[in-house]
């Protein structure tokens, strides 16, 4: 499955933002799914996930929602509550499980099987 993040840009804080990772190449319904984030000199982290249920890192928890939408084959990332150390570039990831899997299982690079280019978000204070 190839995956395309796009709708970064330039946020004031407090503001909103939705991201989206588009799928082509098989159809979502499959797949678990994960947003993660790198900043500037960070290493990337996970931000949320999606499957049998949902999960989030505790810097978004309550601010971000991960989404899905099978069919347009599309998962999205509502981002509310901007803050300027939300800035990274997001990208949205991939794991092969038909069955699902419980989100909290999701949150290692490692556990991931596609991933897509990145999408800058860039909060201005």
């Known amino acids: 499955v190839q995956l395309q993040a796009s709708g970064g840009g330039l946020v004031q804080a407090g503001g909103s933002l939705r991201v989206s990772c588009a799928a082509s190449g098989r159809t979502l319904s499959g797949y678990a799914m994960g947003w993660f984030r790198q900043a500037p000199g960070k290493e990337r982290e996970f931000v949320a996930a999606?499957?049998?249920?949902?999960h989030y890192a505790d810097s978004v928890k309550g601010r971000f929602t991960i989404s899905r939408d099978n069919a347009k084959n599309t998962v999205y990332l509502q981002m509310n509550s901007l803050k300027t150390e939300d800035t990274a570039v997001y990208y949205c990831?991939?794991?092969?499980?038909?069955?699902?899997?419980?989100?909290?299982?999701?949150?290692?690079?490692?556990?991931?099987?596609?991933w897509g280019q990145g999408t800058l978000v860039t909060v201005s204070s």
């Open positions: 999606i499957s049998r249920n949902t």
């Open positions: 990831a991939a794991k092969w499980t038909p069955l699902g899997v419980a989100a909290t299982s999701l949150v290692e690079i490692r556990a991931y099987d596609y």
